[in-house]
């Protein structure tokens, strides 16, 4: 019988096959236990290891339409919370978007992947100004806001904050985060995209889900 320390003979199949299925073990379980995503690598979007569920919520669109939860389901989607007096990581984060989106068109992938903008200053951004920000961008973003308690419901529910800070004049300004929140077609979080952000590597990563998760 051909025995495991001799590598210059053939191994028997029962042997290849336990060592196939130790080495998926090993895998499942890094991925169950450990929190390993064994999963193809992205180069921008931070997966988790398990999707999590996003509570229900209810803002409203600038077209005065509910944006509800379910707007998630169907497609991929990259949420990105802040406010149109924002100085710079809104404009940017923004333009990176808009950027994604044309490298999403080049493959014609532009309507697998909805991009949505939620203020969390509604107190300034009344609908008419929310809506026209978010289409100097790129007219199919999704523009909404809401709340205060719909706002930090949801928020929290996705591992981010934001906070008004009082400033000179009686005005303030909101501090947010800079993250872009990544929601599966099951409308579940599955992953975050930190700055700094690469339109194109985030391009990519869409991509590679699309192809991967249908």
């Avoid at 949420?79 to 100085?87: A, H, S």
């Avoid at 579940?188 to 998760?213: F, K, M």
């Amino acid at each position: 019988m051909t025995t495991l320390h001799n590598p210059g003979r053939t191994l028997p199949t029962y042997l290849i096959l336990i060592a196939a299925f130790a080495a998926g073990l090993g895998l499942w379980l890094g991925s169950r236990y450990f929190g390993v995503d064994t999963a193809q690598p992205l180069q921008a979007i931070t997966r988790f290891p398990a999707p999590r569920a996003v509570v229900d919520f209810q803002l409203t669109r600038s077209d005065g339409k509910p944006l509800t939860r379910n707007d998630f389901k169907g497609r991929w989607n990259l949420v990105f919370f802040g406010f149109t007096n924002c100085p710079d990581i809104c404009p940017n984060t923004l333009g990176v978007l808009k950027q994604v989106r044309a490298e999403l068109a080049k493959a014609g992938a532009a309507d697998q992947v909805q991009v949505l903008f939620i203020s969390v200053d509604p107190q300034r951004d009344q609908p008419e100004t929310l809506g026209r920000y978010a289409a100097f961008y790129d007219p199919g973003f999704v523009a909404a806001t809401g709340s205060d308690e719909e706002l930090t419901r949801l928020t929290r529910s996705l591992g981010l904050v934001y906070a008004r800070t009082p400033a000179e004049g009686g005005n303030y300004s909101v501090d947010h985060s800079a993250a872009v929140v990544l929601i599966d077609p099951q409308a579940q979080q599955t992953g975050l995209i930190r700055p700094p952000l690469n339109p194109a590597a985030i391009g990519a990563d869409l991509l590679t889900l699309l192809a991967t998760r249908r």
